[in-house]
């Protein structure tokens, strides 16, 4: 899931649980824009980095050191088999 999907996603979410007045209901919504929210902050980043900023202002966005936020959101290479 990318940006706009996952902003529209959560969008929905939120909605859905205002509405839900059940607690396991809603504890399965807030799970839903958890998944939906790391998407979109994976999204986010790889944006930011296309625009040109660094690892040490990604870091200081989330209130991580540079080399933290290079774990968390770089890309994982791909496997070749």
């Known amino acids: 899931m990318r940006g706009r999907k996952a902003e529209k996603l959560i969008a929905k979410t939120l909605a859905d649980l ?6 396991l209901e809603r504890l399965a ?3 839903v824009i958890s998944a939906a929210a790391a998407d979109l902050e994976h999204a986010l980043v790889s944006e930011a980095r296309a625009d040109g900023a ?3 202002q990604i870091g200081e966005a989330f209130g991580m050191t ?5 774990q ?3 890309p994982k290479p791909r496997k070749s088999h």
């Open 66 to 70: 540079k080399q933290a936020a290079q």
């Open 29 to 31: 919504l807030a799970r």
């Open 54 to 56: 660094t690892w040490t």
């Open 72 to 74: 968390r959101f770089r």
């Open 18 to 23: 205002a509405r839900d007045a059940r607690a």
